[in-house]
């Protein structure tokens, strides 16, 4: 990116709406080797994580190697992420199958994945309509006129554990099994993701026991789901967040003030796909992952975004979010 461009960016009147969204189509530029050596090497890590659940030499590498292995199937989902939304690789059909591939692996078949996500790109922060591929949002006024099974569902779906097994509640159940008894031809790669996991599943248990099981498959998948669903909870679900009826709606308005920015150390944003930039990705989903950063250096519009954390004190504060106050225009308990 030439320094024209930079200025042109970050010098002058402060944007806002379709201005600012325009100036950042020029970081959505997607470089080929980057793009490549990030999901190449991320998978070469990966793999050689999952081996060393099968042969390190003692029990606690194995375990350390598990929770690797768990961490790399995070940031390779991300990757996954980014190049679903064609920011990354999007002419390449090679990186094309070599995802489509993945997305059952990661119990993220393509036809779900994609239609999901773009619908929640298209109706975040909106209170009806957003459920879909996103947290259930209700307000509390509907939430107290609701009958007391559909309170539990809502709170279920919410609720700190099914958040924490998110592998069962969020993929194996909600990315794979629920779309594929929902529409069974249009999903069917659901059933496929399930039965390769289960053919996997077996075959580790019969060649290497409840080890190989344990640390090769079901821990790492663990780890990876219990943190992205936190991860994507949080980033919709904090205490500053807004939330819009149809008349007050904008797009540039629900990625700037309901979609936050997580402020996690270096390590933690590698493994992660800088995910947590969330409020530039909702402002342009083409901008690769890798100059999320970048962006938030050089665009003085975004510098002062709405903010959550992992400190365990947020953690707690956003897991007890549950309804949407229209009056007081803010998450509340109930």
């Known amino acids: 990116m030439n320094s024209s461009t930079e200025t042109a960016l970050i010098g002058g009147e402060l944007k806002t709406g379709k201005a600012l969204t325009l100036a950042l189509k020029a970081y959505a530029v997607d470089d080929t080797a980057t793009s490549w050596w990030c999901l190449l090497s991320t998978t070469a890590l990966w793999l050689a994580a999952l081996g060393g659940t099968l042969a390190g030499p003692n029990r606690a590498s194995q375990i350390c190697c598990s929770v690797m292995a768990g961490l790399l199937l995070l940031r390779l989902f991300v990757i996954y992420h980014d190049q679903q939304h064609h920011a990354i690789l999007p002419q390449s059909k090679a990186a094309g199958v070599f995802m489509r591939v993945f997305g059952i692996l990661a119990l993220s078949p393509n036809s779900i994945w994609s239609s999901s996500h773009n619908h929640h790109h298209t109706h975040n922060s909106r209170i009806k309509g957003s459920h879909i591929g996103s947290f259930p949002i209700m307000t509390k006024e509907n939430y107290l006129k609701s009958s007391r099974g559909k309170r539990f569902g809502y709170l ?179």
């Open 156 to 334: 279920f779906v919410r609720h700190p554990l099914t958040i924490l097994f998110g592998y069962v509640f969020m993929f194996l159940f909600g990315m794979c099994l629920a779309p594929f008894l929902a529409k069974p031809r249009e999903h069917f790669d659901g059933l496929v993701a399930l039965v390769v996991h289960a053919a996997i599943g077996v075959t580790l248990f019969h060649f290497g026991g409840w080890p190989a099981l344990v640390l090769t498959q079901l821990l790492p998948h663990f780890i990876t789901y219990a943190i992205g669903s936190y991860l994507f909870y949080a980033q919709h679900n904090f205490c500053d967040v807004s939330f819009f009826d149809k008349d007050g709606w904008t797009y540039e308005k629900a990625a700037l003030e309901s979609s936050s920015y997580m402020k996690t150390g270096r390590w933690l944003a590698w493994f992660t796909g800088n995910i947590g930039y969330h409020h530039i990705h909702h402002l342009n989903a083409r901008i690769p992952f890798y100059r999320l950063p970048q962006v938030l250096r050089e665009v003085r519009e975004l510098q002062h975004p709405k903010t959550t954390s992992l400190r365990p004190s947020e953690i707690i504060r956003c897991l007890r979010l549950k309804v949407w106050d229209a009056e007081a225009q803010r998450m509340v308990r109930v």
